[in-house]
């Protein structure tokens, strides 16, 4: 899986950006899902001038076009990452939520990294902060998302309590300029705290309400003394309120960070008290509470990075709480909720850092009641209709941005593959990856030492790697007790895989490689009730084994022989 | 073994939303020959309550059951009225707004939560209402809001309509942080001792006047652009007004009588004085200024500013016509407030009835919500307890808990769904998503993760 992975990441690499502005692109035999209109089950799309110029089963494909055939592929709008940090460079990490502690600490390093601001507010709590002003031009920086289907995205900062403006932007351009679709798109908001006051979600919520108070007198004032000044003392040219009058007007969006269905009802009790334009973004609890969220005309934009148990087993630590084990089985069934109770929602990366889990977990939230045609939407027309660029974005039609992400195999499946993506008409191509064979897990994985054909790339850019393959007798020196056992290898160029067994049980090993002079493995055993995780690196000089075992509780001597 | 143990405890602690999720305000009930401890006019035998749209309609004998009501048989059985809890810090997401000496603009309400497990467990101890406090890290802390524990309903429906505003004031140790020492670059924040403390309390007030004043005037047209509307000062000119009590936690008598001269001075009265373990000595002050005291029961010399308590606190006080209430500041003390009431009984002889009002009826009146609760009498809310027991008994549990004439606990119920919980976990832990990972991972929680609001322990410099 690992080795997939790496594969993927290499090929990704490999892309190239073939089409330059002015010419025309068809697309032909194409699959094409419009969203917007009924699915062409084979047809062309033809993109000029960075536009989608026509669509259809008998779209004529112009003399001058490049052609891709895609043949058993299927276009979609290009997807929408509704909320995620895409382009910004992560000068500063998250602080904890609100009320932990320890969050004081973090705030106060992530204002020690923050640009130099003359605001009259803090870091953290400066609503002028723009993201568009960390943003940089150029392609490759967006490899990876627009590899796995992405062609535009909100991308905003996560630092503080005012995140800052956010800007909708292309993946692909020379320049900032160029990305941008829409900018400021709307002020994004985090329940959490800042160094000094508010240091609790207490004042969290009380300075956002003084501060919009502020905001709103300064606009009277400033209005009052603009229509007749004299006599009137001046008021204050105060930046960062200023940059909240957008929002009490409604003119701009604010989109609440709110996972918990307590987050979203405050977000909520928020926008109603300021009548604010109201977003809420993650939503991980919004099935909760959906008919608060449709009668106060709210959108979610739903994060698909599913919670999951990261904590060890540990028979000394309490079971969990019942509420943490429903959340975790509850959220993949938000989407569907939403989607009944008829609330408007658009799926985000949530900061996901492996974005192919966006269309697994989007094939979970199918699975969990969500119609595929719902899903498609929520991460196209729904989400450009959620950003208010649905003129431009989000379906397949004539004279709307050229952003096409063209899929093979189904796109909520595993074997899901990217070969192009365009983004303002411009191609991308990923070359598909060669798949790695399966390694042999367990018994019956016994397949030879000999090169497999279908390895040939990552293999043959290796030296020639030490045959280690076999049984070998071993002899673990952990102090006060000398474990012994058994270590099974089968071997497939670089890759091994294989068995270890002790008195502690029998354990698979991971991420086996073999190197010139020995192999190197990952294993989780089993102790004292405990997951214990050891990395084992080995010499094999003729059927003498030599090593070390390093675990959390230390390194231990590893010697062993090889059975004839 | 621990494990099982865990699991019962756990089980027997949460829940299933479910069954509390179909309680509706304002129940229909009849509970049958009960021995009804009144906390306002004796204790009767034999009696049966009937509540009405979650009031209480007739209090008698052989009442006959209405068509709608649900009947609970009690014979045998105790009945008080629901307990409450005059200082609490429970389903709070952030105790202390601890960053400035003045943080009157925090409203505790912007951060309750609904679905505390605390509130189950002191539902399970008899508490129906509860004063939800700012924490005590600075002089004038937040606003605090009364609420029933109505377990199962969204937020909005736990704070009591009409109750009076509410605000926390400390004096010091906590407030002049004694026992906390500064992290690594922070400064310490003023006031760091007792004189300090009483300068931040009289400035907040001058500015609240001047703030006031500059309202007024704008009102008479003297000047021009309206005032800033300061959500800091607000809360302090309804001080000034009468419209907000003020709840001052204290150990020290010195100092709360110092708070009542300032606060007359002023022109306004302190609802309560917290905790006021030592507040015997200025006993006759407190009661002509018609301030209340909730405090606890014991802790006697459980840090030095409490080295002068003594267990015959609560006795003095009530003997110099002091309004008493006990209070928990825990979470954990919380469900059994009804020995703390029994301990006012041993402790100097206070009567029982009077005993079970420093739970009920007096704190009711502290927190301005007495017309409502705090008593079982005609008219006011069904928030009545069916105990196994005297409630005063070492013995004692509590069987029913109900507000407004629904129920919130039924420990039958309780019991009997512990099965179904434990059933519901074990399926939840065998999904992927609550499986611990195969390898690696974050260590465990050990222990799990609880919020601990015991005593001003809570008040430490962090923001719980």
């Known amino acids: 899986m690992k080795l997939k992975l790496f594969l993927y990441a290499f090929a990704a690499m490999s892309l190239f950006g073939a089409l330059a502005n002015g010419q025309s692109l068809a697309i032909t035999n194409a699959r094409i899902v419009t969203v917007s209109g009924s699915v062409i089950e084979k047809g062309t799309v033809v993109v000029r001038d960075g536009l989608i110029l026509t669509i259809g089963a008998d779209a004529k494909t112009p003399a001058d076009a490049q052609v891709i055939d895609a043949t058993g592929l299927t276009v979609y709008p290009g997807f929408i990452d509704a909320l995620s940090s895409a382009g910004l460079q992560a000068r500063t990490t998250t602080p904890a939520p609100g009320g932990q502690g320890g969050g004081q600490q973090a705030a106060q390093q992530a204002a020690a990294q923050a640009a130099p601001s003359n605001s009259n507010y803090g870091f953290g709590i400066r609503p002028e902060v723009s993201a568009v002003d960390d943003l940089r031009g150029g392609d490759t920086q967006f490899d990876a998302i627009r590899n796995a289907g992405f062609t535009s995205a909100v991308t905003v900062g996560r630092t503080g309590i005012f995140n800052g403006r956010s800007a909708i932007i292309n993946l692909a351009g020379d320049s900032v300029s160029a990305m941008l679709i829409k900018e400021p798109y709307a002020e994004h908001i985090s329940f959490t705290t800042v160094a000094g006051y508010p240091g609790s979600l207490l004042g969290t919520f009380s300075a956002l309400r003084q501060m919009l108070l502020d905001a709103r007198r300064l606009e009277d004032w400033q209005k009052a003394y603009a229509a007749n000044p004299k006599g009137m003392k001046r008021p204050d040219d105060d930046k960062s309120l200023e940059a909240l009058i957008p929002l009490l007007n409604r003119e701009m969006p604010v989109v609440f960070n709110a996972n918990t269905e307590n987050e979203i009802v405050r977000a909520l009790d928020l926008a109603k008290e300021f009548n604010l334009k109201a977003i809420i973004a993650g939503g991980q609890e919004a099935g909760k509470v959906a008919e608060r969220l449709k009668s106060q005309n709210v959108p979610v934009l739903l994060s698909l990075n599913f919670p999951k148990r990261t904590a060890a087993a540990n028979p000394e630590a309490d079971p969990e709480n019942l509420s943490t084990l429903r959340f975790r089985a509850e959220v993949p069934k938000t989407a569907a909720r939403l989607s009944q109770a008829g609330v408007k929602f658009a799926f985000q990366s949530g900061g996901l850092t492996a974005m192919n889990d966006f269309f697994v977990n989007a094939g979970k939230s199918v699975e969990n009641g969500l119609t595929k045609d719902a899903a498609i939407r929520a991460m196209t027309l729904s989400s450009a209709e959620i950003l208010d660029v649905s003129d431009r974005l989000g379906s397949i039609e004539t004279g709307k941005i050229a952003n096409l992400t063209i899929v093979k195999n189904d796109v909520f499946a595993t074997d899901r593959f990217v070969p192009y993506t365009v983004v303002d008409g411009k191609l991308f191509e990923q070359k598909e990856p060669v798949r790695a064979p399966v390694g042999g897990r367990g018994p019956g994985g016994q397949r030879g030492g000999g090169a497999n054909p279908g390895a040939a790339a990552p293999a043959a850019a290796m030296p020639a790697v030490a045959n280690v393959a076999g049984t070998y007798n071993i002899t673990i020196d952990v102090p006060g007790q000398v474990v012994s056992g058994t270590l099974v290898l089968t071997q497939q160029g670089d890759v091994i895989n294989g068995t270890m067994t002790t008195q502690l049980g029998v354990t698979q090993i991971r991420n086996g490689r073999a190197f010139p002079d020995g192999f190197a493995f990952a294993a989780a055993v089993e102790f004292g009730g405990a997951t214990i995780d050891i990395a084992v690196k080995a010499t094999v000089t003729g059927n003498i084994l030599n090593g070390t075992i390093d675990s959390p509780q230390g390194a231990v001597p590893i010697t062993g022989t090889k059975l004839p | 073994m621990k494990r099982i143990l865990n699991l019962t405890v756990t089980a027997s602690l949460v829940i299933a939303f479910g069954v509390i999720a ?91 939560d609904p679905k505390d497990v605390a509130i189950y467990r002191a539902l399970a101890g008899g508490v129906t209402s509860a004063l939800l406090l700012h924490g005590s890290a600075n002089p004038i802390g937040g606003q605090s809001t009364t609420v029933k524990f109505k377990w199962g309903r969204p937020a909005d429906e736990f704070p009591i309509e009409g109750a009076p505003p509410g605000i926390k004031f400390a004096l010091g140790e906590n407030v002049k942080r004694s026992n906390f020492t500064p992290q690594a670059g922070q400064t310490p924040r003023y006031p760091r001792t007792r004189m300090g403390t009483m300068e931040v309390l009289r400035d907040a007030f001058r500015r609240a006047k001047d703030y006031k004043q500059s309202l007024d005037d704008f009102k008479a047209g003297k000047t021009k652009v309206p005032p800033r509307r300061d959500l800091e000062l607000e809360p302090l000119v309804e001080v000034l007004e009468g419209k907000r009590l003020v709840h001052c936690h204290g150990y020290r008598s010195d100092e709360h009588l110092n708070l009542m001269l300032l606060a007359d ?94 739970i009920t009826l007096n704190p009711a009146k502290q927190l301005g919500i007495d017309k409502r609760t705090g008593s079982i009498e005609q008219g006011k809310d069904g928030d009545i307890l069916i105990w196994n027991v005297h409630p005063f008994s070492p013995y004692s549990h509590v069987e029913m808990t109900l507000i407004e004439g629904d129920v919130y ?16 976990r074990e399926a939840l832990e065998k999904l992927d998503m609550n499986k611990a990972p195969g390898n690696g991972g974050t260590p465990p929680r050990i222990p799990a993760e609880r919020r601990i609001a015991d005593r001003d322990e809570a008040d430490r410099g962090d923001n719980r």
Do not use: C
């Open chain 2, 265 to 358: 001075e002023f022109g306004f009265r302190i609802a309560t004085l917290q905790h006021a373990l030592e507040a015997y000595k200025i006993a006759p002050e407190v009661a002509k200024r018609g301030t209340g005291a909730s405090i606890f029961a014991d802790s006697w010399s459980y840090k030095l500013e409490a080295y002068d308590s003594i267990p015959y606190n609560g006795y003095i006080l009530w003997k110099n016509g002091v309004l008493v209430s006990i209070n928990s500041d825990s979470d954990e003390r919380m469900r059994r407030l009804n020995l703390d009431a029994a301990k006012m009984e041993k402790y100097g002889g206070v009567p029982e009835e009077e005993a079970l009002k420093m």
């Open chain 2, 22 to 112: 179909k309680a509706q305000s304002g129940g229909n009930v009849l509970i049958k020959n009960a021995t009804v401890m009144t906390a306002a006019k004796g204790t009767l035998e034999n009696t049966d309550i009937l509540v009405t749209n979650g009031k209480i309609a007739k209090i008698g004998k052989n009442i006959a059951a209405p068509a709608n009501a649900k009947v609970i048989d009690a014979t045998g059985k105790y009945v008080s009225p629901g307990i409450i809890d005059a200082h609490s810090h429970s389903m709070l997401d952030a105790i202390n707004e601890g960053s400035l000496a003045v943080t009157s603009m925090v409203r505790t309400r912007d951060v309750i």
């Open chain 2, 409 to 424: 606990f039924d420990r039958a119920k309780d019991i009997a769904n512990r099965e179904v919980l434990a059933k519901e």
